[in-house]
């Protein structure tokens, strides 16, 4: 039985270390069982953001950042990490390299099937960029969204229900939602062709994707908190979304107890969804 999966290229990104809805369990998994030239850590890493606001960093998080650290120095693997918006005090030390760690804005990967653009994708979000108040306002916002959602999953968890994602929901029914990420999308893909690039691979609006925007291939590698999502560059050069869950049917995790409903509502599990399999 195979131990782990070989990928060319691995991309994840929005992970928000540091928030207790960061689904750390689950990325160490991924990350643990996958191999890979090239990892790109794409933007949203580390939240910033919510660590000034007093969220702690737990110990479970350290351990990704050794895990990668491994994967640098034993497997000799590429790390390239750039910045995103929760994590913006990196551009402070941008472009910055060292060994086989790289830290920049943006890079452009020369696959075998073509160029692709990678890139966290905040730019093209005018309310992070021209009105910070907002951006953070809005975080606040999501972050009490998640927390309702993490309590109404453990109460579905309890009734043998599976996972409901209240912030896909209104995604998919809020018109501004929708035309904002079809703006985002569009955007991205011009700049791309403008970097005379076949595909552009993002992050950023936790919406994963894989698909074909006016010639251009679209990937989004959705977020470490709901999604669960990665981008895989195989051998053979084809990119490929990778979801959590159907990863766990090669690889699939320890069974573990599905957590009593008054510590969801306390908040002392930090918000991690358990597999039962």
Not at 101 to 120: I, K, N, P, Q, T
Not at 172 to 188: G, H, L, N, P
Request: hydrophobic share 40%; proline share 2%.
């Amino acid at each position: 039985m195979h131990t782990h999966v070989r990928y060319r290229t691995i991309i994840i990104s929005d992970v928000h270390l540091g928030t207790p809805n960061c689904r750390i369990r689950e990325i160490i998994h991924f990350l643990r069982h996958t191999r890979c030239d090239r990892l790109i850590l794409n933007g949203d890493i580390i939240d910033g953001w919510q660590l000034k606001k007093g969220s702690q960093w737990m110990d479970e998080h350290t351990r990704f950042v050794r895990v990668i650290l491994e994967k640098m120095e034993k497997s000799d693997t590429e790390i390239i990490y750039l910045r995103g918006n929760h994590d913006d005090v990196l551009g402070r030390f941008l472009p910055f390299s060292f060994g086989k760690f790289h830290l920049g804005e943006d890079y452009v990967l020369e696959g075998l099937r073509g160029r692709y653009l990678v890139l966290h994708g905040d730019v093209f979000d005018s309310v992070i960029k021209n009105v910070v108040f907002l951006a953070h306002l809005g975080d606040i916002g999501y972050q009490f969204l998640m927390s309702v959602n993490r309590i109404y999953n453990r109460y579905r968890s309890w009734r043998g229900k599976e996972y409901f994602s209240l912030s896909k929901a209104i995604k998919a029914r809020v018109k501004s939602a929708v035309a904002f990420i079809s703006s985002f999308e569009t955007k991205i893909t011009h700049l791309a062709r403008s970097r005379r690039c076949q595909g552009v691979i993002v992050g950023h609006i936790h919406t994963p994707a894989d698909k074909m925007i006016e010639g251009i291939h679209y990937l989004n590698s959705g977020d470490w908190v709901e999604s669960l999502t990665a981008i895989g560059e195989t051998d053979e050069g084809l990119f490929e979304l990778i979801t959590f869950d159907r990863f766990l049917e090669s690889f699939p995790m320890k069974d573990s107890a599905i957590p009593d409903l008054i510590e969801a509502i306390e908040g002392n599990k930090g918000g991690s969804r358990e597999w039962q399999c």
